[in-house]
């Protein structure tokens, strides 16, 4: 029983040794530095132009022009639409519906000569946005509020655009 006991001792203090008392060359593991310490946080959303506008008939009528193609920038007062109240539109005055502010044509829902009707359901005609500034509208996890502050600076990486971030403020 002494030689085992003996035997695992030295086992013990030869280990120890090794591991804590080698001599020779340093090992490094890294390099301890200070920096900033910064958290990700995924939060799922929309992204939400700031003004939109949907244009709809303010009466029934006939479209007789498409002044904007989609994709087009617009600037406040330009014409988008003009209706009419009998297909030719003949001997009528036409006024047409101006843009509200500046933007871009991003739905066209209707067509020149098609009717539609103020009360209908699908009245909608055309919808402008302004794209000058756009927020992201979302619900953030109940965990990860209390890691955002208002005014925080954030860095946004649409999937929808991917190699591209937009940088932007928390404004709760």
Same mark, same amino acid.
């Given at each position: 029983i002494l030689l085992i006991l003996t035997a695992f001792a030295g086992a013990t203090w030869f280990g120890w040794k090794r591991i804590g008392g080698a001599k020779g %060359?340093?090992?490094v593991i890294g390099v301890v530095a200070r920096g900033d310490l910064i958290q990700r946080v995924t939060i799922t959303g929309g992204i939400v132009p700031v003004?939109?506008?949907v244009l709809t008939a303010p009466f029934d009528g006939y479209i007789q022009k498409i002044h904007?193609?989609?994709g087009q920038s617009v600037k406040k007062s330009d014409p988008i639409i003009t209706?009419? #109240?009998? %297909?030719? @539109?003949i001997g009528e005055t036409?006024?047409?519906?101006?843009? %509200?502010f500046r933007g871009e044509v991003v739905q066209i829902l209707k067509s020149e000569g098609n009717f539609v009707e103020k009360s209908s359901n699908d009245k909608t005609l055309i919808r402008i946005d302004d794209t000058s500034e756009l927020f992201v509208n979302s619900d953030t996890p109940e965990?990860?509020?209390?890691?955002l502050k208002k @005014? #925080?600076?954030v860095i946004m990486k649409p999937t929808s655009i991917p190699g591209k971030l937009y940088n932007g403020s928390i404004e709760m």
């Amino acid at each position: 029983i002494l030689l085992i006991l003996t035997a695992f001792a030295g086992a013990t203090w030869f280990g120890w040794k090794r591991i804590g008392g080698a001599k020779g %060359p340093e090992e490094v593991i890294g390099v301890v530095a200070r920096g900033d310490l910064i958290q990700r946080v995924t939060i799922t959303g929309g992204i939400v132009p700031v003004h939109s506008v949907v244009l709809t008939a303010p009466f029934d009528g006939y479209i007789q022009k498409i002044h904007v193609t989609l994709g087009q920038s617009v600037k406040k007062s330009d014409p988008i639409i003009t209706m009419t #109240q009998t %297909p030719d @539109g003949i001997g009528e005055t036409v006024f047409p519906i101006r843009a %509200p502010f500046r933007g871009e044509v991003v739905q066209i829902l209707k067509s020149e000569g098609n009717f539609v009707e103020k009360s209908s359901n699908d009245k909608t005609l055309i919808r402008i946005d302004d794209t000058s500034e756009l927020f992201v509208n979302s619900d953030t996890p109940e965990v990860d509020y209390p890691k955002l502050k208002k @005014g #925080q600076l954030v860095i946004m990486k649409p999937t929808s655009i991917p190699g591209k971030l937009y940088n932007g403020s928390i404004e709760m």
